[in-house]
């Protein structure tokens, strides 16, 4: 048995798996099968994946943190640009894990052409629970609790796979963030395609393709499953897991929107500079992009 699983798992070409049994599991993966998430551009390989993370602030700073000879986990992973990102050039262990088998088959099969060896699929639901207690070092988790049947519950059992000392990355959508999009999708289901390509800033970017132009529009607009949050939720699920704050983007402090260092303790303000700095995503670039918002902890 593979040690960072607490149950005996089947391998199917190359990928732990479960068969799911929940109905919004299985919503949400026949969902992604259609439109695996984020996808690839055709010309893809080790050397675009590794720029682009570069680029990506939040996931650099991560990399650059982690360092070597670490577990991390991503969690709802999709079709694994990130934890094929994490894994170059290292000796980190890396597991995909993600619901849907089909964006899992992306990956590997990106992994098998891009010979990266240090990344692990696993295909499963969050709530079967089958990671090993305090396991990893990291763990990764954008984008997804929120399109689970109950995020805080969901959260209560990722959290048990991280070991003391460990850092969790957390992001989702956020009740205020997400108000730029909310509004796009309205008028999208009226004028459709043609207004969220004037008007949607991912779909603006020259370097993405129809491919992951596609499923950025399923993913933003046509999703069955979608909740939305702030961060005085994430933070009491923080305490009841134990989990100390360690930053957030947007910053709790609205005066301080500095984000340099993620792993570096910041203030968690107080209840009205909290909501003033999510309100003002309605307004900021953080808010452009779908709204997600992301919470750092470090397990106690
Ligand atoms: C929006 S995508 C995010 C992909 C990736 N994290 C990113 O930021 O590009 C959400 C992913 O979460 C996965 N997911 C949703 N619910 C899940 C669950 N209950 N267990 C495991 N994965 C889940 C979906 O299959 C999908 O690939």
Redesign the pocket.
């Known amino acids: 048995m593979a040690d960072f699983l607490k149950k005996n798992l089947n391998q199917n070409d190359g990928i732990f798996q479960l068969e799911l049994n929940?109905s919004?599991?299985k919503k949400?993966?026949d969902f992604?099968s259609n439109n695996?998430?984020?996808n690839y551009k055709n010309d893809d390989d080790k050397i675009s994946i590794l720029e682009k993370g570069n680029k990506n602030l939040l996931a650099y700073q991560f990399k650059k943190f982690v360092g070597h000879n670490k577990k991390i986990i991503?969690?709802?992973?999709?079709?694994g640009?990130?934890s094929t990102y994490f894994s170059i050039g290292n000796n980190n262990l890396i597991v995909a894990?993600?619901?849907?088998k089909e964006?899992l088959k992306v990956a590997k099969n990106f992994a098998r052409k891009n010979d990266i060896q240090n990344v692990l699929y696993l295909n499963?639901?969050?709530?079967d629970d089958v990671l090993t207690d305090e396991y990893f070092d990291f763990i990764w988790?954008?984008?997804?609790l929120h399109?689970?049947?109950n995020p805080s519950a969901?959260f209560n059992v990722i959290i048990k796979s991280l070991k003391k000392n460990g850092y969790i990355l957390v992001?989702l959508y956020n009740k205020f963030g997400r108000i730029r999009t909310l509004v796009r999708k309205i008028f999208y289901k009226t004028f459709g395609i043609k207004f969220l390509k004037i008007f949607d800033p991912t779909l603006k970017k020259l370097k993405i393709s129809e491919e992951e132009k596609l499923a950025w529009i399923k993913?933003q607009y046509d999703h069955p499953q979608e909740s939305l949050h702030t961060l005085d939720e994430v933070l009491i699920w923080f305490k009841k897991n134990d989990i100390d704050f360690i930053s957030s983007i947007p910053t709790c402090d609205f005066l301080d929107s500095k984000y340099e260092d993620i792993f570096k303790k910041k203030s968690r303000g107080n209840y009205f500079y909290r909501l003033l700095s999510q309100i003002l995503m309605i307004f900021n670039r953080l808010g452009s992009d779908g709204g997600l918002f992301i919470v750092i902890g470090k397990k106690k």
């Not at 988790?141 to 997804?144: A, D, E, K, L, T």
Request: proline share 6%; with cysteine.
């Open positions: 929940n919004v599991a949400v993966s992604y695996p998430f984020p991503e969690i709802g992973s999709g079709t640009q990130l894990m993600d619901a849907t964006s499963v639901d969050i709530f988790c954008n984008g997804v399109h689970t049947k969901a992001g993913d």
